[in-house]
């Protein structure tokens, strides 16, 4: 049995359209280690809801899973920073400050998608994670995005003041 996602264990309750365990529509992308230690993988197979073009997967999606899934790789990188289990308290959270999406190849619908990630560089308040997005064994898209820390108290604080 596999273990829980990354997702499942910090944030059961999250509500991100994306990857949050708890959103009642929501696509539950779901993060977990690499047995190297290295990256973060996850595997989406698109709904046919995100055609682009005719039989290719809408760019925006892609764009999201990569953004979701970055973020959880920079979470799961500051909890083992830490020395902290992604279930323990307080909960870490970042949030994306730069997405960064390259598409290489158009990316075919019905092909099981692979996000493959690692943080490039210090694990710190911001943190650069790369990511890549293969279709079956074909890179399709990188990203490039970095991750701010945060603490969500202050965050809603200073949205609701904006």
């Not at 694990?123 to 603490?151: I, N, P, Q, W």
Request: charged share 20%.
């Amino acid at each position: 049995m596999a273990a829980p996602a990354l997702q499942d264990l910090a944030a059961p309750d999250g509500v991100c359209y994306g990857c949050g365990s708890a959103h009642p529509h929501g696509l539950h992308i779901k993060s977990h280690w690499h047995e190297d230690g290295v990256h973060v993988v996850s595997t989406h197979l698109p709904d046919a809801d995100f055609h682009g073009w005719p039989g290719l997967v809408y760019g925006g999606l892609i764009a999201m899973l990569v953004d979701c899934h970055s973020n959880w790789t920079a979470m799961a990188y500051h909890y083992r920073t830490e020395g902290r289990a992604p279930d323990s308290q307080p909960r870490i959270d970042c949030v994306t400050g730069n997405l960064g999406v390259k598409f290489l190849k158009p990316t075919p619908m019905g092909v099981p998608l692979t996000l493959k990630a690692r943080v490039d560089g210090e694990v710190g308040r911001k943190t650069r994670v790369l990511c890549e997005v293969y279709a079956g064994e074909v890179l399709t898209a990188l990203g490039d995005s970095t991750f701010v820390r945060v603490d969500t108290a202050q965050l809603a604080r200073a949205a609701r003041n904006a």
